[in-house]
């Protein structure tokens, strides 16, 4: 069962501002966009496991969700980096093992593991995110950041909801099966894709018809009548944010540094 | 009259449609077409092609884009713009059917073969935008063979994805809010 959802809790990360948090996604953002290194991607990779296990999130509740990731961040690496191989051009690869089409090579085993860095650090950091900050803070956050309130309400929406459909995936998904739906389809391509329609017509079509009500219920409250609006709650900077503003923009610097001097990845000599 | 796009409305449907692509999609992630890229098959694509019909292109814009750094950034931790975009033009474009379809057509079949060309013509155009992007600024891609060999495999993926699932979800859409109030 896949969660992802916010744990409430009293921890270092819970307790930061969502601002600094969407700092410390922008950082390691740039941290896979930027490096192939596996010796730089090191350090992001054992940060995000320190910050993810540092917030305590019960890891009964997210087992599925850690089954899931990996599973998925395993075969998206290994089917690229032994298929294509992708962007890393070697003139004489150091072939381990060859079938078929398949080479297992020493440069595409490094790629696969700088892959398998990059993913789930930032996956990791995602997810600590949106499982330690409170739904009701991002909408007060990004208005603080000068978004226009309408856009901040948008994500704010979306990322309360986000959870909701995940749930009611699986719920239909399990009612389905139990009227014989079977996940895996046999046929052909058009077999599989309307194979998904018992999943996604019910789904797609209650959230649908729920967006008059929550629009409905927004107006009654005036939504939109003015140009500005405030919160009723608000979020405000502590001095553990500044501490850690200035150290992830520091790292931010160094990484855009590093960058000007390393372009390419990583395998030893 | 057409109503604001950034009303009360349209600013659920962009939310609700952002949230139910990514949370749809999430699964559908593990199904990795080989040696393209991260292009996965999609059949969820048919999501952003639908609020953009049914909601105008910003609404089916927004689903595409921050749908898709949603679902990306907590399944397998990727972040890629390019294709954040793409995926945006994707909604975007069977948008136009918002401006050119009565809703009161919409079980009709001329408007569901209309939803099912501008979703093609979505999936062409988005991930031409991403494959090109690709290329054009080296993001895993370094020839014009393999940003041509993604364009064809995921744009032939979310075409027929888009093209067979669009008017099902239209239809779908249309026969329920039959007879409500305020929902067409």
Known sequence: MIRIKYFPGTTFLHRLDPRTKFLLVILFIFSEVAFLDIRILLFPFTASIFLYLSARIPFKEVKGTWRFLLTIIVIISSVNAFFTFLGVSVQHPHIIAAFWIFKFTVEGIFFALASIMRFLSLAIISLCVIMTTDPGLYAPALSKLRMPYKGAFVVDLALRYLPVYVDELETTMNAQMARGFKVKARGGLFARILNTVPLLVPVAINAMLSIYDVADAMELRAFGAEKNRTWYRTVSFKPRDYVSTITLFSLLILAIVLRTRITTYWIPA | ?184
């Open chain 2, 1 to 184: 009259m057409k109503e604001s796009m950034f009303s009360a409305k349209q600013i659920v449907a962009m939310a609700v449609g952002t949230a139910l692509y990514a949370a749809l999609t999430i699964p559908f992630n593990t199904l990795q077409i080989p040696g393209v890229g991260l292009v996965a098959i999609r059949p969820t694509v048919a999501i952003p092609m639908l609020f953009g019909f049914v909601f105008g292109p910003l609404a089916g814009f927004v689903s595409g884009f921050l749908g898709n750094i949603l679902s990306d950034a907590v399944s397998f931790g990727g972040f890629f713009w390019n294709w954040d975009i793409g995926n945006g033009l994707l909604g975007a474009i069977p948008g136009i059917g918002y401006f050119i379809v009565k809703r009161t057509n919409w079980t009709k079949a001329r408007v569901l073969a209309t939803a099912s060309v501008l979703a093609i013509i979505g999936a062409v155009v988005g991930i031409a935008f991403a494959a090109m992007t690709d290329f054009a600024f080296q993001i895993g891609l370094s020839t014009m063979d393999a940003a041509l060999t993604e364009f064809y495999t995921a744009a032939a993926t979310d075409a027929v994805n888009g093209a067979i699932l669009t008017p099902i979800l239209l239809y779908a859409y249309a026969t329920a809010t039959a007879g409500r109030a305020r929902r067409v």
